[in-house]
């Protein structure tokens, strides 16, 4: 029986429904990774630093003992208070109530932080924590776009899964910042791999632009998947379990992905050099469909570190809960990404995503007037929805872009996609936490969303690219028979005409 389905994955691992799969669990990985610290984190850090208060206030205490004048005795007989340096004994006032004493023990052991100053200073430390991922993925993506173009798909993706699994495990048994820190920056590293290889892959087995843009929606509800099971999973786990149990389940997971790519792929052994990056970043088009994925991500990347401290300010909410206001942005992401993976083909990338820009800003100006827990849902389903428009029309858009305009290799044009995408998330938390800190969390949703919504007309001249007049004759007889390809395969390529050069020289 374990042959027969080693054969049949050895025989399938050409077809492009296998490598949609392989290409949506790297994705959903990596995104559980990327927000499953998004409850903890703020409360960890919390916990840490008063934890370290207390212990200074102990030593202090037990320092400046010695050096008093004047000790005192409790006597466990009468409760009277006993001074060595004299002969008196001072009996106690009137005694304190019960009542009184359960009040305190009351307060001590609910969800309120006692320090709401220790509280705001939180926001610079978890928005440079969520920051460094992005940043380093921002410095790695340049790099691994051209990189698959000279060595394939394949090693940048196990490579993904090996270090997201050492990124895992430093997460679960890390007990200070700046492990936590190094932890965050090396899952950038392996983020950028699988992201941008993954992404790469699959616009190049999936040539026609409404097929590719449907299997991109598919594989962004691998991210969007990731994104809805994180927040609620880190934080029941975190609450119930403790901080290690949800990291070390996601490094199981990470070595079983990353064992599964291994097995099916292959290296290939011919390549086509693709278009250099610096030409794809000076093209203005790309550049407009990268600053509405960079501006749309920009909005949930601010939220990410504030939204749990100004409700743990505000709302005095429970850890779990921390988690749980990001669910409905989760779940209206994965029906976002696709519906509009197919639909937005039909009504104009370029509307789909002017209109997601325009949601997104008014959705987050909304977030500041919830009053409780429950008034998040509405605006943070909008956020989601409208982030999940964005995306499922600008990814495709991008490698259209280079299908019409430059050559079809694609590893390099989503590294600038990716690129936009972490940029979103390295600027949005660290000058997120900052602005809350200094001006108030209202203030920064307001800020952000008034950027989507003026951001939003640029997405209009890309209603109809110019192209260069023999790829547009390409493109148009290709789109054809890819059609007539794709109902005659139902789901596969055959091995004698793959659809892209890399797939022709396996076995």
């Given at each position: 029986?374990?042959?027969?389905?080693?054969q049949?994955?050895?025989?399938?691992?050409q077809?492009?429904?296998?490598?949609?799969?392989?290409?949506?669990?790297?994705?959903l990985?990596?995104?559980?990774?990327?927000?499953?610290?998004?409850?903890?984190?703020?409360?960890?850090?919390?916990?840490?630093?008063?934890?370290?208060?207390?212990?200074?206030?102990?030593?202090?205490?037990?320092?400046?003992?010695?050096e008093g004048?004047?000790?005192?005795?409790v006597?466990?007989?009468d409760?009277?208070?006993?001074?060595?340096?004299?002969?008196f004994t001072?009996?106690?006032?009137?005694?304190?109530?019960?009542?009184?004493?359960?009040?305190?023990?009351q307060?001590?052991?609910?969800?309120?932080p006692?320090?709401?100053?220790?509280?705001?200073n939180?926001?610079?430390?978890?928005?440079?924590?969520?920051?460094?991922?992005?940043?380093?993925?921002?410095?790695?993506?340049?790099?691994?776009?051209?990189?698959?173009?000279?060595i394939?798909y394949?090693?940048?993706?196990?490579?993904?899964?090996?270090?997201?699994?050492?990124?895992?495990?430093?997460?679960?048994?890390?007990?200070?910042y700046?492990?936590l820190?190094?932890?965050?920056s090396?899952?950038?590293v392996g983020?950028?791999?699988?992201?941008?290889?993954?992404?790469?892959m699959?616009?190049?087995?999936?040539?026609?632009?409404?097929?590719?843009?449907?299997?991109?929606?598919i594989?962004?509800g691998?991210?969007?998947?990731?994104?809805?099971?994180g927040?609620?999973?880190?934080?029941?786990?975190?609450?119930?379990?403790?901080k290690?149990?949800?990291?070390?389940?996601?490094?199981?997971?990470?070595?079983?992905?990353?064992?599964?790519?291994?097995?099916?792929?292959?290296?290939?052994s011919?390549?086509?050099k693709?278009?250099?990056?610096l030409t794809?970043?000076?093209?203005p088009?790309?550049l407009?469909a990268?600053?509405?994925?960079?501006?749309?991500?920009?909005?949930?990347?601010?939220m990410?570190?504030?939204?749990?401290?100004?409700?743990?300010e505000?709302?005095?909410t429970?850890?779990?809960?921390?988690?749980?206001?990001?669910?409905?942005?989760?779940?209206?992401?994965?029906?976002?990404?696709n519906?509009?993976?197919?639909?937005?083909?039909?009504?104009?990338?370029?509307?789909?995503?002017?209109?997601?820009?325009?949601?997104?800003?008014?959705?987050?100006?909304?977030?500041?007037?919830a009053?409780?827990?429950?008034?998040?849902?509405?605006?943070?389903?909008?956020?989601?929805?409208a982030?999940?428009?964005?995306?499922?029309?600008?990814?495709?858009?991008?490698?259209?872009?280079?299908?019409?305009r430059?050559?079809?290799?694609?590893?390099?044009?989503?590294?600038?996609?990716?690129?936009?995408?972490?940029?979103?998330?390295?600027?949005?938390?660290?000058?997120g936490?900052?602005?809350a800190?200094?001006?108030?969390?209202?203030?920064?949703?307001t800020?952000?969303?008034?950027?989507?919504?003026?951001?939003?007309?640029?997405?209009?001249f890309?209603?109809?690219?110019?192209?260069?007049?023999?790829?547009?004759?390409?493109?148009?007889?290709s789109?054809?028979?890819?059609?007539?390809?794709?109902?005659?395969?139902?789901g596969?390529?055959?091995?004698?005409?793959?659809?892209?050069?890399e797939?022709?020289?396996y076995?």
């Amino acid at each position: 029986m374990s042959f027969r389905l080693i054969q049949w994955l050895r025989e399938e691992r050409q077809s492009r429904k296998l490598i949609l799969f392989i290409v949506f669990v790297a994705l959903l990985l990596d995104n559980m990774l990327l927000t499953v610290v998004v409850p903890i984190i703020p409360s960890y850090l919390y916990n840490l630093d008063e934890s370290a208060d207390v212990a200074l206030r102990n030593d202090s205490l037990s320092q400046k003992g010695p050096e008093g004048s004047f000790h005192t005795i409790v006597s466990l007989y009468d409760n009277s208070i006993r001074l060595s340096s004299s002969n008196f004994t001072t009996r106690p006032a009137d005694p304190v109530p019960p009542t009184l004493v359960v009040t305190k023990l009351q307060q001590n052991s609910s969800d309120c932080p006692q320090s709401s100053s220790r509280l705001l200073n939180e926001n610079v430390k978890v928005g440079m924590l969520f920051a460094s991922k992005a940043t380093v993925q921002l410095v790695t993506n340049p790099f691994i776009g051209p990189l698959t173009n000279r060595i394939g798909y394949q090693l940048p993706i196990f490579a993904g899964f090996c270090i997201m699994f050492l990124s895992t495990i430093m997460f679960a048994f890390s007990s200070s910042y700046t492990l936590l820190f190094l932890a965050r920056s090396l899952q950038g590293v392996g983020s950028s791999c699988s992201s941008v290889a993954g992404m790469g892959m699959l616009a190049s087995v999936y040539t026609d632009d409404e097929e590719r843009g449907h299997a991109i929606g598919i594989a962004l509800g691998g991210l969007a998947l990731g994104v809805l099971v994180g927040p609620p999973f880190g934080s029941v786990m975190y609450d119930f379990v403790g901080k290690t149990a949800p990291f070390l389940i996601l490094a199981f997971l990470a070595v079983f992905d990353g064992g599964t790519v291994a097995f099916l792929f292959h290296t290939p052994s011919r390549l086509q050099k693709g278009t250099p990056l610096l030409t794809l970043m000076k093209d203005p088009y790309i550049l407009i469909a990268a600053g509405a994925i960079c501006f749309g991500n920009m909005a949930i990347a601010m939220m990410e570190p504030t939204l749990p401290i100004w409700m743990m300010e505000t709302m005095c909410t429970r850890k779990w809960q921390l988690g749980i206001a990001f669910l409905p942005a989760s779940i209206s992401y994965l029906i976002g990404t696709n519906i509009f993976g197919t639909l937005a083909h039909k009504m104009g990338r370029w509307l789909c995503a002017l209109i997601g820009m325009v949601l997104v800003g008014f959705s987050v100006i909304c977030v500041p007037f919830a009053k409780d827990i429950y008034g998040l849902i509405l605006p943070n389903f909008g956020v989601g929805f409208a982030i999940g428009m964005v995306d499922s029309s600008m990814m495709p858009i991008m490698g259209y872009l280079v299908d019409l305009r430059h050559i079809s290799v694609y590893g390099s044009v989503y590294a600038i996609a990716d690129v936009a995408f972490c940029m979103g998330f390295a600027l949005g938390p660290s000058i997120g936490g900052s602005i809350a800190e200094n001006i108030g969390f209202p203030w920064l949703m307001t800020i952000i969303g008034i950027v989507d919504i003026f951001f939003a007309p640029l997405c209009i001249f890309l209603r109809n690219p110019p192209g260069q007049e023999e790829k547009i004759a390409i493109l148009m007889d290709s789109n054809c028979s890819m059609k007539t390809r794709s109902y005659s395969a139902q789901g596969t390529y055959y091995q004698g005409e793959s659809m892209d050069p890399e797939y022709d020289d396996y076995d």
